[in-house]
């Protein structure tokens, strides 16, 4: 008998214990720090287990895995198994995400723009927009890459800007034509500048019913980063479209973008957010999403390294702000957030088994994006570098490289060697393989971001309110 090698130990601060989740068998215990110490000694026999522990608290931890008799190898090898059918599952009942480029073209000018090697292209190849052929030829490849009848049909329009008013033809017929074929869900990703061209196709019923829009501080500063191409500011257009969009009943989700220079300007926009009345509307949610530090054209972006880090800067430049602790309507760290709503839901067993996370995002599920030049790619992070497309559409033709698909859809977890020993596994994924592609040039290696330590915070948070909720600081399994 030996320590499981997946035991994950979050000290409680102002007690003498300690919170244990095992990475694979969905157990949480409350248990002394002289129980956490001993399972944190890998050198630990069974007869100091013995001599350590009562029999009923031994037993306990052999039935909730934190002690096992197999060795670290043939854990490992239980994980991949299990990771890998767990995976399979997963994707079989994954609804596969469309996500269709109308055009690359944007009408907005930011300062640290996440295309930015696309937006500097000559502008033939920005303007292209996908002809009708296409859009017939689109739909056709949809269905032979789907075969399924049953699943909910979801259309995501992205770009470039893909609700930009030049836009206004092709993306009404894409809309028109998916609803033609059963598609009854639509979201965009977009800069909202022009939704005011496309209140007719927003709404829950069969219209556009979700929107992620930015917004990046008070006007002076939004303007300043994300400028129309004139340099014209788009702050109030902006404000104005998202309560359009909730007169027609469109969830909006509000990303701050956040760097050193509009750090000390989360606490305005949250302020703003209320003034606005929007806290209060069930539609509307806003999160913050770090800006790295980069160059930008010829601009620096003052950036930061990791959500941690803008996290950091934020609570520090505004002491107080109301968003640092529980506000589902603005999360400072979202990643925190939804890790912590997936601990409580365990722990409120709301869920009998863990909520697995096999891999990172829909790219290593089932995510397809057609371009308007005939290319698929399975990630918005490479879109544009057809060296990453995963297959090609057109009039008459689909080609599929199965090679690619593979490799993207079926990165679970367990596939990333330096993965399988971490008792994060199942809570992480293995991060964004957009991310491990670009700083190592290989997407089988993990992509932390520091996820140990959102883990931890996660995990202080989900208990405090579970206790809250459940008016007891008892044991949760009185080991
Ligand atoms: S709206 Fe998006 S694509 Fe357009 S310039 Fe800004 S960051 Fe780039
Ligand atoms: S990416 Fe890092 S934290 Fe996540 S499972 Fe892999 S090794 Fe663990």
Not at 440 to 467: I, M, V
Request: one cysteine or more; charged letters at 25%; hydrophobic letters at 35%.
């Amino acid at each position: 008998m030996r320590p499981s090698s997946y035991i994950i130990h979050v000290p409680l601060s102002d007690t003498d214990t300690v919170l244990l989740f095992h990475g694979y068998s969905g157990a949480v215990d409350l248990v002394s720090s002289r129980i956490a110490a001993l399972l944190l000694d890998p050198s630990a026999s069974n007869g100091k287990f013995k001599r350590s522990l009562t029999a009923e608290t031994l037993n306990h931890l052999i039935e909730r895995g934190y002690l096992t008799a197999k060795s670290a190898q043939s854990e490992q090898a239980y994980v991949m198994a299990l990771g890998m059918r767990v995976h399979a599952v997963m994707r079989k009942h994954a609804s596969p995400g469309f996500l269709v480029i109308p055009t690359y073209s944007c009408n907005l000018r930011c300062t640290y723009c996440y295309e930015k090697d696309l937006q500097a292209r000559e502008s033939s190849w920005l303007e292209r927009r996908m002809s009708n052929d296409m859009i017939q030829a689109l739909f056709e490849a949809m269905e032979r890459v789907d075969l399924s009848a049953r699943r909910q049909k979801c259309l995501t329009f992205y770009g470039g800007e893909p609700l930009q008013e030049s836009n206004r033809t092709v993306v009404r017929l894409l809309h028109e034509k998916a609803c033609e074929r059963g598609f009854r869900q639509f979201s965009a990703i977009t800069n909202a500048v022009d939704l005011h061209h496309y209140t007719d196709i927003l709404g829950q019923d069969k219209g556009i019913s979700f929107l992620q829009v930015t917004m990046d501080g008070p006007p002076s500063v939004h303007d300043a980063r994300r400028r129309l191409a004139d340099g014209g500011g788009t702050f109030e257009r902006v404000a104005r479209n998202i309560d359009l969009a909730f007169m027609k009943g469109t969830r909006v989700s509000v990303r701050v973008n956040v760097d050193r220079e509009n750090a000390d300007q989360v606490q305005w926009l949250e302020d703003f957010f209320q003034r606005r009345g929007w806290t209060q509307r069930p539609l509307f949610r806003a999160y913050c999403s770090p800006v790295h530090g980069d160059v930008c054209g010829n601009q620096r972006v003052d950036g930061f390294a990791s959500h941690q880090k803008m996290c950091q800067a934020i609570r520090g430049d505004a002491k107080g702000c109301r968003s640092t602790e529980e506000a589902p309507h603005f999360q400072i760290d979202p990643v925190t957030y939804a890790v912590q709503k997936r601990i409580l839901a365990h722990l409120s067993q709301e869920q009998d088994l863990p909520f697995w996370r096999t891999a990172f995002c829909g790219s290593n599920m089932a995510m397809y994006l057609f371009d308007p030049f005939g290319d698929i790619y399975p990630c918005w992070e490479v879109i544009g570098h057809p060296e990453h497309r995963i297959g090609q559409y057109g009039p008459g033709l689909l080609e599929v490289d199965s090679k690619a698909v593979h490799r993207w859809h079926h990165r679970s977890v367990v596939r990333i060697p330096a993965c399988r020993s971490c008792p994060y596994l199942f809570f992480c994924g293995g991060g964004c393989e957009a991310l491990a592609l670009r700083s190592t040039g290989d997407s089988n290696q993990p992509s932390c971001s520091e996820f140990p330590k959102h883990f931890g915070e996660a995990a202080l948070k989900a208990y405090r309110e579970w206790t809250i909720r459940h008016d007891k600081k008892t044991s949760l399994t009185g080991s």
